[in-house]
C-alpha cells in the first residue's frame, strides 16, 4: 500500500456521530490521516446540543486501505461509524446511462407525427433513398461500444456481463466529450465469427462501431474484417485510441528534451492490441528504431512462437526487457505492474522519457525515477501527463461522423494525435504539462476538424 496514491476510484462516504465538543471532529480527521486516507468534502447533516452528525468524504488506495480507515474511525472513543458507503458502486447504482426522448409527446399531433401514421412517410423516403438514414434516424450520431468482454482494462476475461459498467462509462464518455449517442452491446460469445456476424447483424442502426475491451490476437482480425464487410468506420479503442495519445504525448515530449522521433530509440513493453497499435502509428510518425518486448522478452527474429502481429515488429537483437532499455530513448509500457526497477531507468539514454501506461499499477512508480527521467506519464489520473484515450476517441469518431467516413485510415490516427499535441503551448509545455486536460473543451472540435480534413485528403470522407 506503500507505493499506492489515495484515489477517487476507491473513495468513502463516511457518515459519523460524535460527542458535540470541541476536538471530537479533529480526532476523527487525525485518524483518517493517520493511516493515509486523503480527505475531501465535510458536510454537517445533523446537530443537537449532544451530538453532531457528519459525513466525510475520504479517498483511499485500495479496498483493504478503505477497510482499514473505517476501522481506524471505529476505534475512536465516543464516535460512531453509522455508515461507509462506497461512492464508486453507489454512483454506479442502478446503471450510468439512460434513453430519453429528443422531442415531447404532449399531445395527439406529437404521437402521430412520432408514430403512427406519420412515421409511415418517413420509412418510404428512407426505403427510396437509404442514404436519408443519417439525416432521420439517429444513425448519423450514433456509436455501437462492442466487447465480447474477454480483456476488460487489465483485469482479464471477465465476460459480458462484468464489461458492462465500463461500456456504460465508454457511453458517457462519448456523449460528454463529443456531443455523440452510443450504446453497450456486450455480446455472450467469444468466437471471431460470431462476433462479426452479430455487428454486422445491427450495424442498420450505427454510424460507427467502437470495439473495446477484446483480447488479442482475436480483436486484430475482427476490426479488419468488419472494416472490409461494413461501409461505417470501425475503432478499436485498445489500439488506436491508445496509440493516439501516446504519439501526441511523444510528440511534445520530445520537443522537450530537444530529440527526433526519425532517431531516438524507443523500447515498447507489451506486444498486445495497444503494443502493437503504438509500434505501427510510430512507424507512420517516423520512428525508426522500435524494440517490442513481451513477457518472454525482445521480439527477436530467431523466436519461433511469434504471431503475425508480433512477426512485423521483429529485430536482430535478442534478450530481455532489461537489455532493450539499455541506451533507450524511451520506454513505453503497455503491460504488467512493476516490471521495471530504477536500475532498468537509470541504464537509458541521457534524459529518457517513460511512459508506464499499466492501469491500475504502472510498470514502475513515478515516485522511484523521479530525479532521473526527463519526462514521466501513466495512465492514472492522479498523476501528471495522464495517457487517457478520452482524449481521442470522442474526437475521432465526431470527425468521422461529421464526414460520414467510409473507415478509418492511418492518416486520420496521425493527425488526430498531431492535433492533440498543437494544443499545449510552447510556453505552457514542461516536463509535467505534455499533453492537455480531458476537460480542456478544445479537444474534441480541433481533433474532429482534423480527422476530417485527413479523410478528405484519403478520399473516404462521404460528406
Known sequence: MANLTPSSSYSLTIRVEVPNRPGMLASVIQAISAIGGSIGQIDLIEQTRDVSVREVVVDAASTDHADKIVQSIKSLPDVKVLSADDRTFALHQGGKITVRSKVPLSRQSDLAMAYTPGVGRVCMAIAEDPDRVYELTVKGNMVAIVTDGSAVLGLGNLGPEAAMPVMEGKAMLFKEFGGIDAFPICLATQDTDAIVEAVKMLAPVFGGVNLEDIAAPRCFEIETRLQQELNIPIFHDDQHGTAIVTLAALSNALKLVKKSISDVRIVINGAGAAGVAIA????????????????????????????????????????????????????????????????????????????????????????????????????????????????????????????????????????????????????????????????????????????????????????
Open 280 to 463: 505501427r502509428l510510430l512507424r507512420k510518425a517516423g520512428a525508426t528504431q522500435i524494440s517490442m518486448c513481451d513477457s518472454k522478452g525482445i521480439l527477436s527474429v530467431d523466436r519461433a512462437d511469434l504471431t503475425d502481429q508480433k512477426r512485423e515488429f521483429a529485430i536482430e537483437m535478442k534478450g530481455n526487457l532489461t537489455d532493450a532499455m539499455k541506451d533507450a530513448d524511451v520506454f513505453l509500457g503497455v503491460s504488467a505492474p512493476g516490471v521495471v526497477s530504477p536500475e532498468m531507468v537509470k541504464s537509458m539514454a541521457k534524459d529518457p522519457i517513460v511512459f508506464a501506461m499499466a492501469n491500475p499499477v504502472p510498470e514502475i512508480q513515478p515516485e522511484l525515477v523521479r530525479d532521473d527521467v526527463a519526462v514521466m506519464a501513466t495512465g492514472r489520473s492522479d498523476y501528471p501527463n495522464q495517457i487517457n484515450n478520452v482524449l481521442a476517441f470522442p474526437g475521432v469518431f465526431r470527425g468521422a461522423l461529421d464526414c460520414r467516413a467510409a473507415h478509418f485510415t492511418t492518416n486520420m490516427y496521425l493527425q488526430a494525435a498531431l492535433a492533440i499535441a498543437s494544443l499545449v503551448s510552447e510556453s505552457d509545455l514542461n516536463r509535467e504539462n505534455i499533453v492537455p486536460s480531458v476537460f480542456d473543451d478544445r479537444v474534441a472540435s480541433v481533433v474532429s476538424a482534423a480527422v476530417q480534413k485527413a479523410a478528405r485528403e484519403d478520399g473516404v470522407a462521404r460528406k
